[in-house]
């Protein structure tokens, strides 16, 4: 086992193809795959599981991922001290649902881990895809809400992927809406308030499930609804139709303006908002950072 190849195995998990990690690691694609199933003939360990889709990593591959990035952080730590070698660029990828705070964080973390090279995501996305993305390590953490209503469904994925949930804060519902919208003004609105209003809310693709969904009290009907992908829409629309969507009620005026506010919801629901990782994997020198990160840009939580 080499150093070189930790690295292969590293940069094919990230990239998901070997195809793609040949090309970012400048060799050809033989030359890796001989050189990933050299090290997994000399483990007796499958590390990656390979089928018409595509390579991901196997069950056994998680783990050894989370060994060998350590490993190779170490190898680059020692190199730094003690040959002046030049820095390798920082990676760090997040998978989150439609949360300002989440991005806050991920400036925060930029501003200050950030070197002259690094290669970092941010992948705002779908409830379903979250799980996925730290399931197969595309992503070290993922950002989403349990509540009472999807929380069996969830928490039976977050097992059967060997995750685990750590939560930030509990909420109570919020709705954003214009500050120009007519409930603006109000100390807190009421469910049959908003019946004339749009109602916006994130799709989530194939599985667009109740249980999925971003917003609390998905199963509710509504005479207008409007379905969005991106957090730049759902807010135009916010100010330009008078919708409203339900969340949180956390936040960002730096990153959205002050044309959007919360008002809280009448109802009785709660919103458990955490962070999702891998329980075979430490988090990375960035994952803690973020971490950290995350709990400066939630408080104070209203």
Do not use: C
């Not at 994997?281 to 408080?299: D, P």
């Amino acid at each position: 086992m080499t150093l070189q190849q930790l690295k292969y195995i590293i940069e094919v998990a990230s990239r998901g193809s070997i195809n793609e990690a040949a090309k970012r690691l400048f060799i050809s694609q033989p030359t890796l795959s001989n050189a990933i199933k050299d090290l997994e003939e000399e483990l007796q360990l499958a590390i990656f599981e390979r089928s018409n889709k595509g390579i991901a990593l196997s069950k056994e591959g998680v783990e050894f991922l989370s060994y060998a990035r350590q490993v190779v952080e170490q190898a680059e730590l020692l190199e730094n001290r003690y040959l002046n070698a030049k820095p390798s660029p920082q990676h760090f990828s997040v998978s989150t649902q439609h949360y300002a705070f989440a991005v806050n964080a991920f400036v925060s973390l930029v501003q200050e881990y950030g070197q002259d090279e690094y290669e970092l995501s941010l992948r705002e996305t779908k409830t379903y895809e979250i799980i996925e993305d730290v399931k197969s390590l595309r992503s070290e953490i993922g950002i989403l809400y349990l509540n009472e209503f999807n929380g069996k469904v969830i928490n039976k994925l977050l097992k059967d992927s060997n995750l685990q949930f750590t939560s930030l804060f509990t909420a109570k519902p919020h709705i954003f809406i214009s500050i120009k919208n007519p409930l603006a003004k109000q100390s807190k609105v009421t469910i049959d308030q908003l019946e004339e209003f749009p109602y916006l809310s994130f799709d989530q693709g194939e599985y667009n499930s109740f249980h999925f969904a971003e917003e609390i009290l998905s199963t509710l009907s509504h005479k207008k609804s409007i379905r969005v992908n991106d957090r730049a829409t759902l807010f135009n629309l916010l100010i330009g139709l008078n919708g409203y969507t339900i969340s949180t009620g956390v936040l960002s005026a730096d990153l959205n303006g002050n044309e959007i506010i919360p008002v809280p919801l009448d109802n009785d629901e709660t919103i458990n908002v955490g962070w999702i990782s891998h329980r075979s994997t430490a988090l990375s020198k960035l994952g803690t950072a973020y971490i950290e990160a995350l709990h400066h840009a939630i408080s104070p939580v209203p």
